[in-house]
């Protein structure tokens, strides 16, 4: 009669599954089950216990809601109360000496006349109406050569003559001026084509003219400075020569001076070639 081998006697089942193996790794410690249906059992329980937890929180959130519903309820019955009671008629005019919750009105009784008060009138005034209104006349001028053309400045009235001289500017002044035309400033850009002529004492002379012009026409004078000039050595040093007086002959008298000699010195990209 044949024996059963040593190795079938050790075989484990698994209560859930029924299922038999020989590998102790296929089962849970206790040998009870198999490592899968431990695994299946651990999901159901974690299921079992979200699906408590929702139905409380649904519980919860239903109570809450009935909450909400009843408080509105009463709060729009307190208001119907309310305004019932402000629609209901007043109650009849109380008799003198007759009791009225527990007060008793007094004859001949009543209010001080008010003294009625006087009402100032309140003038309204925009502060930032002096920024934003332009006015209908310019109170600035700006003239010049071509280098004023893209000029571009609010209330300023600007004439361009392309090539002009330091005597052509002070004669068109002197027909602005013939208009009855006055200003509260003017800036004069000019003496850049005189200094190619080499007569710088005349170039003096004429600047003090068209400035002494300008101060009968306006509250205040301003002289644009010459710019930088590298075409060549010679022309480089009038024009530097030119614009070292014209800044002290401004400052010594009462002439604004715009120095561009030092703003637009190694700024190439500033400029641009005239014409």
Known sequence: MATPSTSASFALSCSVCRMSSQNPA????????????????????????????LSGD???ASVSYSQIVAGTAVRSNSAREVSQAEASPAAGPVQPGQDQDGFVTVRGGGSAKRTPVAHQTL?????FSPLSATPAEPDTLVIGSSIVRDVKIPAALVR??????VGDIEGNLKRLKQGGRRFRRIVIHAGGNDVRRRQSEVLKLQVGAVCELAKTMSDTVIYSGPLPNLVNDEMYSRHLSFNCWLSRWCEQNDVGYVNNWSAFWGKPKLMRRDG
């Open 58 to 60: 649904v519980v919860k």
């Open 26 to 53: 296929s089962f849970t410690d206790d040998r009870s089950s198999c490592v899968k249906c431990s695994v299946v059992v651990a999901l159901e329980a974690r299921v079992s216990e979200l699906e408590e937890r």
């Open 123 to 127: 003038h309204v005034q925009n502060r």
């Open 160 to 165: 361009c003559y392309p090539g002009a001289r």
